[in-house]
C-alpha cells in the first residue's frame, strides 16, 4: 500500500506543523488516540484544538472531535506551550540569497523547538522574521553554543547542502575559553573515538576503537595565567566533539554545564540563568556551493568575552588528569 502524499501546510507563528501516523489499534475516534498517543496534551486541549480546527488530516482538512479513527494515514497538528521563558539576545543575518540564510546564533537559543523551547528557537525566530516557511538547517549547533546556523531555502536544495556535512567538505572554525596548559605541545591534534557515556546522561566519552572524531587545537591568545583563547578545527561532527575533547585534555570550555559534569538545570517554571554563557563561538564556515558552484565563506561578528558578565570573577582552574 502507497504511502498518502504530503501536503504542503503553512507554519502558524513560524511553527510548522507535526505529523503523526495513524498505526492499527483499538481505538473509536481520532480523539480517542490523540488523547492516548500524546498524553502531554491533555484530551480536553486536543478536543479544544480540533474543534478550532487546529488538527488536519492527510488532505489538509479539520478532524472534528467525533471523527471515526482510520489506521495507515496521518494527521497533522501545531505544537503550543503557554508559556516559554524569553531568551533575551537576538541572533543576526550575516547573509541572505535566493538559495541561503546564514544566521549569527546567540549563546542559549536552541536552533530548532525540542522539548520546553518552540517560539523560542532560531529557526521559529528566522521564519518570522524573513516570512519564508521553507527554511530547514544545513547544520546544527548546541543551544549553548553561539556562532554561524546556515539554513536552506529552496527544499529541492536540500539533499544536496546537507551531503556537504556528511562528506567533510565543510572547513569548520571555532573558538572557545580554556584553561591554558603551556605544558602541552601546542598546536595538537586530537585523534580518538567518541561515543555515548552509560554513566553520565547527555555527555559523550571517549573509549578505545577506530577513531571518529578528530580535531585540530591552536591557542591564540592567553588570558591571565589560568586561561586562554583556542582556535578548534574539527575534521569530523561528532556530537559535543569540541567540548569532549577539551575535557578530556583536562580544559574543560569554561561555563561548560555538562562537561565534566552535568549540572541540574532548572525546572521548566524557573527562568534559564543566562548569566554563563559557554565559552565557545561557532566562527567561520567555508565550502562550495553545491548548487552555484561559487565558493562561499562566512564569519560570525560576535566575540567571546569569558569574564565580561562577572566582573572580577577568576574562575579556578581545572584539575588536569595524570595523564594528559
Not at 486541549?45 to 489538509?60: F, I, S, T, Y
Amino acid at each position: 500500500m502507497s504511502r498518502p502524499a504530503r501536503i504542503p501546510l503553512p507554519t502558524r507563528d513560524g511553527v510548522s506543523a507535526s505529523t503523526v501516523a495513524t498505526p492499527s489499534g483499538p481505538w473509536s475516534t481520532v480523539l480517542d488516540f490523540l488523547a492516548e498517543r500524546i498524553p502531554a496534551v491533555s484530551r480536553q486541549d486536543w478536543a479544544r484544538r480540533m474543534d478550532q480546527g487546529e488538527v488536519l488530516d492527510a488532505q489538509g482538512q479539520p478532524v472534528p472531535p467525533d471523527a471515526r479513527f482510520r489506521p495507515q494515514t496521518r494527521l497533522h497538528y501545531w505544537r503550543s506551550l503557554p508559556f516559554e521563558h524569553p531568551v533575551p539576545f537576538e541572533e543576526a543575518i550575516v547573509f541572505q540569497d535566493e538559495w541561503l540564510v546564514v544566521a549569527d546564533k546567540p549563546h542559549f537559543l536552541p536552533v530548532t523547538p525540542k522539548g520546553r523551547y518552540i517560539q523560542e528557537t532560531l529557526l521559529v525566530r528566522l521564519k518570522r522574521r524573513t516570512g519564508i516557511d521553507t527554511l530547514v538547517p544545513m547544520h546544527r549547533i548546541d543551544r549553548e553554543t553561539a556562532g554561524l546556523v546556515v539554513f536552506v531555502i529552496q527544499p529541492h536544495t536540500r539533499h544536496a547542502y546537507q551531503s556537504l556535512l556528511r562528506h567533510h567538505q565543510i572547513d569548520k572554525v571555532y573558538e572557545a575559553i580554556a584553561a591554558w596548559r603551556p605544558e602541552l605541545d601546542w598546536p595538537l591534534r586530537r585523534l580518538s573515538r567518541l561515543q555515548e557515556s552509560a554513566a553520565h546522561f547527555m555527555a559523550m566519552e571517549e573509549v578505545e576503537g577506530e577513531p571518529n572524531a578528530d580535531t585540530l587545537i591552536e591557542p591564540i591568545e592567553v588570558l591571565g595565567d589560568a586561561w586562554a583563547r583556542y582556535r578548534l578545527s574539527p575534521r569530523t561532527g561528532q556530537k559535543h566533539q569540541l567540548r569532549a575533547h577539551l575535557c578530556a585534555l583536562g580544559m574543560p570550555i569554561l561555563n561548560d554545564q555538562i562537561y565534566p559534569e552535568l549540572q541540574p538545570a532548572p525546572a521548566a517554571h524557573e527562568a534559564p540563568d543566562f548569566s554563563r554563557p559557554l565559552q565557545l563561538l561557532a566562527r567561520s564556515l567555508r565550502f562550495t556551493d553545491p548548487i552555484t558552484g561559487e565558493p562561499r565563506e562566512f564569519h560570525s561578528q560576535r566575540r567571546l568575552e569569558p569574564f565580561g558578565l562577572q566582573p572580577g570573577l577568576s574562575p579556578p582552574l581545572p584539575s588536569r588528569p595524570a595523564d594528559a
